[in-house]
């Protein structure tokens, strides 16, 4: 393995890894860093061999984290009240909104999250989404409208975000 390119992009994309993470799990900061640190130990198995390392990663966090939602299908979700781990203080706004949006994204199911956050947040068209999730592109659809309509009916005031 070629460690000191493969720690550069562990920095480097980390960050953005993280974001990923936190909202695929709906905001639980220790699942996001298990399911980064498991994504990047399999990528740090196949690092010679990976031709697009960022597409590789994310792949496996959205069906790692598919294989954890089915597994909780098994065993009732508990929602957790997330406290920031620091105040925001150049943008309340911004602040009361990421409150309200992980509030929102907790009430959802796994799927209906994980179906949002790769169809919005990673902006991958429905076929995409279809495939990584291993669904049709109909389930897909009518996820994300069932999903989105929740949300705006539980939280009215995401619906002024534009």
């Known amino acids: 393995m070629d460690e000191p390119a493969f720690r550069e992009f562990v920095a480097a994309r980390s960050p953005a890894l993280m974001r990923l993470a936190f909202l695929l799990t709906g905001g639980d900061q220790h699942e996001a860093e298990d399911l980064v640190q498991a994504a990047l130990a399999k990528l740090a198995g ?15 966090m959205y069906r790692q984290q598919v294989s954890r939602w089915r597994a909780a299908g098994r065993r009732p ?36 999250r994980t179906v949002l956050v790769l169809r919005y947040f990673e902006d991958l068209p429905d076929h995409e989404v ?9 389930t ?12 705006r009916e ?7 975000v534009g």
């Not at 659809?141 to 949300?151: I, N, Q, V, W, Y």
Request: include cysteine; charged fraction near 30%; aromatic fraction near 4%.
């Open 46 to 60: 196949k690092w010679r061999r990976v031709q697009a390392p960022e597409a590789y990663v994310r792949q496996v």
């Open 77 to 112: 979700e508990v929602v957790r009240a997330a406290v920031p781990d620091r105040a925001d203080v150049d943008a309340t706004h911004r602040s009361e909104l990421r409150m309200v949006l992980r509030g929102a994204l907790a009430r959802l199911t796994p799927r209906q």
């Open 130 to 138: 279809a495939k990584v999730l291993g669904c049709s592109v109909g």
């Open 140 to 151: 897909v659809r009518s996820t994300a409208h069932r999903s989105l309509a929740k949300l």
């Open 154 to 160: 539980v939280f009215p005031e995401l619906e002024v």
